[in-house]
């Protein structure tokens, strides 16, 4: 008899485990961001993959993700997804969407960089001239330029095809992101064949989880939960940022 109630409140326990367990839908950029993050492929990795999956198990949630163009990703909250990440405060105005949703505390910096052959290193905004940006990304730090300096935007499928316009000398800077660059290079054994420049636009921009969908209620609540565990689980978080080759700043 206390087999058969063992087995019975190990049943029910587990019936109730699952079925407490909530499933949310994370919108993604569908490019290819790694190290910060690769939601492209169902077998895709990266650090943000990573942090979000542990978070998601250390709660019982289900998390599925759905990679969307980078324009459209931030007008499906509220309708096809729960949560966004990236996401960031300041990119509400360029997206023309509503700026009621709610933001995670900060999970991971991007370091904007214009990356440059050796020999342009210090090359400064008066002589600068091409620069390829990748394709739904707003380089913000350089409109802020364009009216009173003589360059040109190129847009690129990805940064991939940013960084090798510049090595073959056809583009004088890619704004791509230094962490993203530094794994293109290191994939393709071009360790140091790109630079960052010294004289031009640097960015460190947050990346937070955000939603909207009834933000006063569970979503909010889910944001509250990660803002704790990214506070209680930062020895393995940095252990991830390690292991990926991530850095938050250029002084490190």
């Known amino acids: 008899m206390q087999v058969y109630l063992t087995a019975v409140f190990f049943g029910l326990s587990l019936i109730s485990s699952v079925a407490a367990q909530t499933e949310f839908t994370v919108g993604t950029e569908d490019i290819n961001f790694y190290p910060h993050y690769d939601f492209t492929r169902a077998d895709s990795a990266g650090f943000a993959n990573e942090v979000l999956q542990l978070f998601a198990s250390k709660h019982g949630y289900r998390f599925s993700f759905q990679p969307l163009p980078v324009k459209r990703l931030y007008h499906e909250l509220d309708g096809l997804v729960d ?30 960089t ?46 991939v095809s ?14 791509v992101e230094y962490n993203v660059a530094q794994q293109i290079l290191r994939d393709q054994q071009l360790e140091g064949a790109l630079v960052v420049a010294s004289q031009l636009p640097m960015t ?28 209680s689980h930062q020895v393995e978080i940095d252990a991830l940022k390690q292991r990926f080759q991530l850095v938050d700043s250029l002084s490190q």
């Open 204 to 231: 460190r921009v947050s990346f937070h989880l955000s939603t909207i969908r009834h933000p006063q209620q569970h979503n909010s609540q889910v944001l509250q939960q990660f803002n704790h565990f990214l506070f």
């Open 114 to 159: 214009t990356l440059v052959l050796p020999a342009n290193r210090d090359i400064s905004l008066s002589q600068f001239r091409t620069l390829a940006v990748i394709h739904g990304f707003t380089p913000t730090a350089w409109l802020n330029l364009r009216s009173e300096h003589r360059f040109k935007l190129y847009e690129v499928p990805n940064a």
């Open 162 to 175: 940013a960084l090798h316009l510049v090595l073959k000398g056809e583009l004088q800077g890619a704004d």
């Open 83 to 112: 949560f966004i990440y990236p996401d960031n405060p300041n990119w509400v105005k360029y997206q023309g969407v509503q700026a009621s949703r709610s933001f995670s505390d900060p999970l991971i910096y991007n370091l904007g």
